[in-house]
């Protein structure tokens, strides 16, 4: 008896340390963002950038669709070859990026760069989430989704925090910022090297080449997108694409949008926006991760993060951005950022989908989000320029229409196995 309690103690801490491993994709991505954004007005300078180019730049950085097609290849190439294969080697290719965007003579030769990360870590996305759910024991999975999430915040707060102190060094303290991401992400490649496949992908596979699957057609890739598997992508593209409108201007435009319409310091303005991942941070590790496995306390949680949300989208568009207005965004924002939309989308993206679709899904999904976002972003420098407060409006209409949805159509997931869902959901093979 001791010795099967020493054994579960011991897997338990694999499945932990397998987790960070995994999740230090999302400190990657997260500091791929604000790194991007505060470097933004630096690179404005330095390379003579207009409105229209500052959101191409925008556009095709790892916030938006470079990200976007790195993740439905990645996605899809996770369920044909495995997930170990991708997050084993995908960061290979983001360091590239990394070198190739420090050393850019040029606004093209930096706007390749960003791309070539993007494409990288938006692969890395998919493969990660879905070995952390599928290694998770199904009492903790969404505390072990939480890590990812915290980790998000961590990647925020450091890669802030760095670019505060080099903040006077101008285009070397970029440099500098964007280099401890690549130490980050050869670190994360040298700790991914002895991780085992998924179990839970692997015998699916074997099932699969064996020819023990008695219904080919579940097997389809064009399965993905009928009955419920095409409800489920509405359900969570809806959810989360349109709260990632105004996520992803944030966590990319905060700082220049304070720079440029509250009359913060470029300084200023990192800390503000490290402060309110501070607060994500918290309410992430001490909230979320404590209350998301339990199925009765979901559909609260949720209303309390995404409910934050529209009230400090709310504050930009009715009243003005001083440092009292600020504040208050950081402490809603925060809170909303660590229980809300991101969290539980994660949590969603792989309970909902089987094991022979869910990274495709989840690349396809993260596709269209991040693309669109792309698009979005080309036009935010535009409109906040015409109007700071419509563009606070319509923020707050992104974050209302995807609190809804989630409420209206949350899934009774919570509590499940994996493969309990797919039974009930009748996608078990």
């Known amino acids: 008896m001791e010795t099967e309690m020493q054994e579960q103690k011991s897997l338990e801490r694999k499945h932990w340390r397998w987790t960070f491993g995994a999740s230090l994709a999302n400190y990657i991505d997260s500091g791929s963002i604000v790194a991007g954004g505060a470097a933004l007005a630096v690179w404005q300078g330095h390379f003579n950038l207009s409105d229209l180019a500052v959101g191409v730049l925008s556009a095709f950085s790892s916030n938006a669709i470079s990200a976007g ?13 495995g997930r170990k294969k991708i997050y084993e080697y995908d960061l290979l290719c983001y360091i590239v990026g990394i070198i190739i965007l420090v050393s850019a003579p040029s606004s093209w030769v930096l706007i390749l760069g960003y791309i070539i990360m993007g494409l990288s870590v938006g692969a890395d996305i998919p493969a990660s989430w879905t070995i952390i759910a599928e290694n998770a024991q199904t009492k903790n999975r969404s505390r072990h989704g939480g890590v990812a999430q ?3 915040a961590v990647g925020v707060m450091v890669t802030l925090a760095i670019a505060f102190f080099t903040a006077s060094l101008q285009m070397w303290g970029v440099r500098i910022v964007f280099l401890h991401l690549a130490l980050v992400a050869f670190a994360t490649w040298l700790m991914r090297v002895d991780m085992p496949e998924s ?9 699969i080449k064996e020819g023990l699957v008695t219904n080919v057609n579940k097997v389809k890739l ?8 095409l409800k489920a992508l509405i359900f969570l593209i809806v959810l989360f694409g349109i709260w990632n409108f105004a996520a992803g ?5 905060l700082p220049y949008l304070l720079k440029n319409f509250g009359n913060q310091t470029q300084a200023t303005s990192l800390v503000f926006q490290l402060a309110e991942y501070a607060v994500t941070f918290l309410a992430c590790t001490f909230i979320f991760m404590n209350f998301a496995d339990n199925p009765k306390a979901r559909r609260w949680l949720f209303l309390s993060g995404s409910g934050l949300c529209v009230l400090a989208m709310s504050l930009f568009a009715f009243f003005p951005l001083n440092t009292g207005i600020a504040i208050l965004f950081i402490l809603f924002w925060g809170y909303g950022n660590g229980c809300g939309e991101q969290q539980f989308y994660q949590i969603w993206a792989s309970e909902l989908f089987p094991t022979r679709f869910r990274a495709t899904a989840q690349g396809f999904m993260w596709a269209v989000i991040r693309i669109s976002l792309g698009f979005w972003s080309m036009f935010v ?13 319509l923020m707050t209409i992104f974050t209302l229409i995807s609190m809804v949805v989630g409420l209206v159509f949350m899934p009774n997931t919570g509590g499940k196995s994996l493969k309990k869902i797919e039974e009930e959901q ?4």
């Open 69 to 81: 097609i790195g993740a439905l290849i990645g996605g899809w190439l996770c369920d044909k070859v």
């Open 381 to 393: 420098p535009i409109l906040a320029t015409i109007g700071f407060h419509l563009l606070g409006l």
């Open 222 to 229: 064009s399965s993905l997108f009928k009955g419920k598997n």
């Open 199 to 207: 179990k839970t992908w692997f015998e699916e596979r074997q099932r």
């Open 249 to 253: 201007t944030n966590g990319f435009f």
């Open 426 to 429: 009748g996608q078990a093979l």
């Open 150 to 152: 915290s980790l998000w």
